[in-house]
C-alpha cells in the first residue's frame, strides 16, 4: 500500500512530537487514499477539511457528522480489533497516541499500513493543536485554520456561569454500574470551561457512587449523558438513588444530561459543547 503524500516516516509518527510550522505541501492527499479514523475528534477534523470521502472506517466513537454511523465500525477507541481494520486495506490509520498500544502500532508497520498519531489535550489550546497538527501533516492546512476559526467564533457565545456552581458527573450505565467523576478527566475540563466547579476533588478519574460521598460533595448540578440518564429511568429515577434528595441539585431538581460525544471529545465542536453546558448549569 502507498501513500504518496506521506513520508516513509510516517510509518509510526507522533504528531505531538512535530513541529507545526513546518511548510505545508500545496497538493492534498490521493482521492484514492483509504482512511481508518480511530477517534470521534479525528473523524470529525476530516470530515470538517472534506475528507471524509476517504474514511472506510470508523471507531465506535465517530458518529458526527451523521454520515459516520454508516461507515465500518471497527470497535472502541481503547479496544480496537487489528484484524478488523486490516479487512478494510486502509493506506492510513489515525489514531490518539495514548490508546494505541506497541504491539497494536507493530502490527500495523508489519502489514504495512501507515499509522498517523496524535497526541490530544482536553483544552481549548489542546484542541487547536489536534486540529491544526492534523491538518498540517495531510497538508490540508487552510481547511484545518477555518475550523479554528469557527471553533473561535462558538467559544466566543460562551456565557460562563457567574456563581461557579458545583457540577457533580456522574457515569452510568444501568443501576449496577455508577461511577463519580473526580479530577483529571475531560468531563471536569468542560465544566470548568463552561464555569463551573467539580464538585469532588478528593480523588482523580473515576470511582463507584457512594450516598455518603454524594451528600459531602452536596452538588449545586448532576451531570449525566444522555445515555446514562435513560439508563436509570431519566429524572425520578435519579431522583431514588439513595443521597441524591439529600444535595441541592436534588432539592432544586437540577438534574442535566448531554450527549457524551459531544461533551467528551473535544473535536471541532468543542464551543458547541461549551455553549450547551454553560448555558445548562447556569
Known sequence: MKLTLLAAALTVLSLGACNTKKETKAEGLADSTKIVSLSGAISEVLAGTGLEKNIVGTDITSNYPESLKAKPKVGHNKNINAEGIMA??????????????????????????????????????????????????????????????????????VKMAAKKPKVLFIYARGAGTIMVGGTGTQVESAIKLAGGQNAVTEFADYKPLTAEALVKANPDVILFFDSGLQSLGGPDGVAKIQGIKETNAGKNKKIISMDGELLGSFGPRLGIAIQELAAKIN
Not at 490509520?93 to 498500544?101: A, F
Not at 504495512?112 to 489542546?126: N, P
Open 88 to 157: 478494510l486495506q486502509p493506506d492510513l490509520v489515525i489514531g490518539i497516541k495514548k490508546d494505541i498500544s506497541p504491539a497494536l502500532a507493530a502490527q500495523f508497520k508489519t502489514a504495512g499500513v501507515k499509522l498517523l498519531l496524535v497526541d490530544q489535550e482536553f483544552s481549548i489550546h489542546g484542541t487547536k493543536h489536534l486540529i491544526s497538527t492534523l491538518t498540517d501533516s495531510l497538508h490540508v492546512k487552510p481547511k484545518g485554520d477555518s475550523l479554528i476559526k469557527v471553533l473561535d467564533a462558538d467559544l466566543a457565545k
